[in-house]
């Protein structure tokens, strides 16, 4: 939420972070609670090919600082690589973690799950018999006396609900206590796992997760095994998947593979169970522990992290891994003189998909071995990238894809290409983090159009520009250097340039809209063009498609955009393609070295609208209002109090030209029945402008920027208070608040077809 004050104010209603203890979370059970309706839901990216599937995936546990610590009024870490993982834990030491709305929607927007953490450790013996047998009962009757431990639904349900109505998808079961009941606790903990699954799928969705962290064994000791084995068994069979503990020696990946295909098929088989509850387990089941900090991990953690993964082996062996403690890439190096952000950016961006320049080495610590452990040679520095498949987002038929090129942060904030808020510190949001085009990093793939010219290729580069943007705070600038030719035909030239791979599906038409900016050295001329292709993925003939011409418009400060549609030819189930520009370039004299810039603002990509006989419905905001908190004198006394509206979907005007005849078989209106047909937003712009002491306020295009919503998960709100309005607003009779809609697909709403309340003073009382 990019804010104009220095802080962010109450948030009205908002309910606890995190919990404590589960008397905390038995407290939030008893009041009634809505659903976060701005979350975004979780949407499967695409099925892969079979060769794909098969490989391990990657697992994120983030573990930074305690968690919970990003400020909107500052520049903070941000995870961007979302096209590698599958699964984001957010992690904490509180009893029950829950990720933030803003990481499970940034998670969302890409493919990825979102779990959060239950964490017993320490003292949390009771709390964790508790959690088995429910909460105590005052002035309940005696206790059923049983021979075992009883299993009691109550904590699986409470769980599984704060997981529907916070929107994230499951949790990571950390037990770091011995268990005092021994077998029988144990056993009794891992048929409550089987509970909590059950209650997630019901309440959550199929895709629900719980995964067991390698720590308590089958007869209640806490005994870390680095490996799956009959010890640690029982609960990876009552849990989705297995993470282990990162100290292990190089050969317990394998023999952990070892291990698992020993195992009856019956146990790890759910359709061979008949009415299981239970999942399916495979070797991606099984998240091999990585410690990025290098605390007894095999490599020594850091840029050594690849050499645990290399005997990890996922794209082979198949095993997954789960990489711990990512930000150590921030906090081992925020306190280096002269470090900043965008120092940080490049640190990052090496130990994930490697350096800009390809020849640049990357240098990589020895590291620490074990009393007794042999030499274990390992190759050159690989980024994480190396090791994984590389996920599209899901298909934009299911969620519009539409990204702004942002990594959570910003310095700034536009709105349609103009500067409505400047800072000193930054912000960060992540609920506005977007793909970052994933085919242009850690450098662009151009090549020849048409591939005959037998000059090497220009160089190309790629940055996030926080200096300029057409919504939010940054571009993706790709940047293009030509070496001189003396070909004939050397005056005209032209380059293909991916920018973001997609996965669509047949018998679907689908519109690419881009909004970019061009800069080029004196004496050349520049000609794009907004184009698909098809890429190629586990083999396979390349599909076909039917592509049609590009519409370009000139828009405002500077920007243009383009409009593709396109779809696959019939007979082609689905496909993975490459969006991106076809960039000509015209020199006065090619002899002489040349380059140029794109920067691009916007990309989005959906189903193509209806036909023209369908009434498709127009977005709108319906209303807004504004109920103060505290008795309205003044800003400069003390403000607060909840902005509030409604949207809504206008169909253009009916013109019934005659009453139809009764056999006529058309009907007199088709409606858009798409998923589409009501408007979806990704945020909403907030604006204010104060009633003048005599004369009437002044138009919306005056309005000051204030803010965005999203910081809170909660739908058609803002809670405003004099910490983030202008000074130059507090002298009049009031406020008006103006309250702008941004669509799934980018676009801003109009003046008109936006909202506005006003708050009038209580001048007496000043």
Known sequence: MPLRGTGHGKLVGDEAPYFESLAELDQWASLPHAKLMAVLEYQARSQLAESLNRRG????????????????????????????????????????????????????????????????????????????????????????????????????????????????????????CPLQGGPEQARALAGWILLLRSELVTKVGPHAQAIWYDSVVFNGQLRWQDRLNSLNLPFFLSSDAFFTNYTWPPSFPALTAQYFMSLDPVLINDDAKGSSISSTKSLQSIFTGVDVWGRGSHGGGGFGSYRAMTHIDPQSLGLSVALFGQAWTWESEQDKPGWNWDQWWEYERKLWIGPADPQE????????????????????????????????????????????????????WFVEGMNVLQTDDGWTDIDKQSSLGNL???????????????????????????????NGGNTLKISISCAGSTADDAFFRCIWLPVQSLNVTSLVSYDVNIVYKTAACEGTDLDLGLFVKPLMAGGGDLPEFNVGAS???????????????????????????????????????????????????QLAVYPSSP??????????????????????????????????????????????????????????????????????????????????????????????????????????????????????????????????????????????????????????GR
């Open 57 to 176: 995936k990657l697992l994120v546990c983030h573990d930074y600082k305690g968690g919970y610590t990003e400020s909107p009024s500052g520049l903070c870490y941000t995870f961007n690589f979302w096209p590698l993982c599958d699964t984001f834990v957010y992690f904490s030491h509180h009893r029950v973690t829950v990720p933030p709305s803003g990481w499970i929607t940034a998670g969302h927007r890409q493919g990825v799950k979102m779990l959060g953490t239950i964490i017993f450790e320490g003292s949390g013996e009771a709390d964790c018999l508790q959690l088995i047998v429910g909460p105590p009962q005052a002035g309940a009757g005696p206790t059923l006396r049983t021979e075992s431990i009883p299993i009691s639904r109550h904590y699986a349900s409470v769980l599984a609900e704060l997981a529907r109505q916070r929107g994230f998808d499951g949790y990571l079961l950390n037990f770091e």
């Open 551 to 601: 519409t370009q418009s000139y828009i405002k400060n500077g920007w243009t955009r383009q409009v593709l549609s396109f779809s696959l030819s019939p007979g082609t189930a689905n496909a993975l393609i490459a969006v991106g520009l076809i960039i000509g370039f015209v020199a006065e004299d090619p002899s002489q070295p040349l380059n140029f810039s794109v920067s691009l603002g």
């Open 440 to 470: 242009v990093w850690p450098r662009p793939s151009v090549m020849w159009e048409n591939d005959d010219r037998p000059e090497p290729l220009p160089l190309a580069s790629s940055r996030l520009d926080m200096s300029d943007a057409w």
């Open 611 to 764: 036909t023209a006989r369908v009434s498709k419905g127009t977005p709108g905001i319906l209303w807004a209002k504004f109920q103060s908190t505290k008795p309205l004198t003044s800003p400069s006394t003390g403000f607060s109090g909840l902005l509030t509206w409604d949207i809504a979907s206008f169909f253009p005007r009916l013109a019934l030209r005659m009453i139809p005849p009764p056999e006529d078989p058309n009907p007199t209106w088709i409606l858009d029945s798409t998923k589409e047909r009501f408007p979806s937003f990704l945020y909403f712009n907030i604006y204010v402008i104060p009633h003048p002491l005599s004369g009437s306020v002044a138009g919306a295009t005056a309005a000051i920027f204030i803010g965005t919503t999203g910081l809170d998960g909660r739908a058609n709100r803002l809670y405003v208070d004099s910490t983030i309005l202008p000074k130059n607003v507090t002298d009049g009779r009031g406020l008006r608040f103006y309250v702008q809609g941004v669509s799934d697909k980018g676009d801003v709403l109009p003046w008109e077809m936006c909202a506005y309340a006003d708050c009038m003073f209580e001048l007496g």
């Open 361 to 412: 080495v990357v240098p990589v610590p020895d590291a620490p071995r074990r009393r007794g452990e042999p030499e274990c040679p390992h190759d050159a520095f690989e980024p994480v990238s190396s090791f994984f498949v590389h996920a599209t987002p899901p298909d934009p038929v299911q969620l519009v894809f539409c990204t702004s090129f942002s990594p959570g942060v910003g310095r700034s």
